[in-house]
């Protein structure tokens, strides 16, 4: 058996004697999301360090724990606290907890995360849906002997950010008046921001946001067939578009101050995807 599909098995074998919950969406908390799970109904949590071989987040502020319960009548799993491949993981165990979900059931995938403003006029504490991404500039998490069991060798990459879903959240926001803008995101592997030059690039490229998670995780989770979609919170303006030097906590207040519009978007958002599972 590949050896990165049998850990995977044991960490699914291992949740499966603590609960056999059954998500419909996985919800990976961001930054300004980390306390969302105290809005839910809780019916199970799962510590990460409880896992055989589970990766666990090194990141101040990012706690490590599944949470399975109800957005309104939703079945959810949490993500809370990811890790990213700049803590020095592979590149399969950034990606294993989104496998993970899958294996659990979930059908859809809902990313979330705070990043850098590439567009002038973006603000902090904008929120952006997310309608593609640029991977070019992180591991690709495929890369390897194909897993056959979660997908097929070479996944088509044309709507990973499913239409029907950013639709759904386009509508949430419009009724639930919750500004959005669209865009697209890139993922950098970190730690260390971005050079201006590197700003000035992406812009040119047509980027409008960019961080250091999310989009491996969409790549792992369109290669095992889920829906995925995305929301971008704008927690600073990208490197060389303001004088002062880019912080780990600014960054996190800001994603922190724009926490109420994010939650209440992403609660009717998975309550409206909730009427939709099993179909398409």
């Known amino acids: 058996m590949n050896e990165v599909y049998e850990k995977l098995i044991k960490c699914r074998d291992y949740v499966r004697t603590v609960t056999d919950f059954q998500p419909s969406v996985a919800l990976v908390l961001g930054s300004g999301l980390g306390d969302y799970a105290e809005t839910i109904r809780t019916e ?113 990459m044309t709507e990973v950010y499913r239409k029907d879903l950013q639709q759904i959240i386009r509508d949430a926001a419009k009724d639930s008046d919750v500004p959005i ?11 260390s921001y971005e ?15 960019v961080g250091m998670s999310t989009v491996v995780e969409a790549i792992a989770a369109n290669h095992m067939g889920l829906k995925v979609c995305g929301i971008s919170c704008i927690s600073n303006k990208a490197s060389g578009m303001n004088e002062q030097p880019l912080t780990h906590e600014e960054i996190k207040i800001a994603a922190d101050k ?7 978007l992403v609660t009717e958002s998975i309550t409206r995807m909730g009427a939709t599972i099993g179909e398409g």
């Open 44 to 156: 199970c949590e799962v510590d990460y360090h409880d896992i055989p071989g589970f990766p666990v987040s090194t990141v101040p502020g990012h706690e490590g724990k599944f949470i399975f319960g109800y957005v309104n009548e939703v079945p959810v799993v949490l993500m809370k606290g990811r890790v990213h491949y700049y803590e020095g993981y592979p590149i399969t165990d950034v990606v294993l907890p989104i496998r993970l979900m899958g294996l659990l059931g979930a059908r859809i995938l809902f990313l979330t995360n705070a990043s850098g403003g590439i567009d002038r006029d973006v603000n902090v504490g904008d929120l952006m849906l997310i309608t593609d991404h640029i991977s070019t500039f992180a591991p690709n998490p495929l890369i390897g002997q194909n897993i056959d069991e979660l997908g097929v060798r070479f996944p088509d």
């Open 181 to 191: 803008r669209e865009g697209v995101y890139v993922q950098l592997t970190g730690p």
């Open 195 to 209: 050079s201006p030059a590197e700003i000035n690039m992406f812009r040119n490229m047509g980027i409008s946001a």
């Open 258 to 264: 724009a926490a109420p519009l994010f939650k209440k």
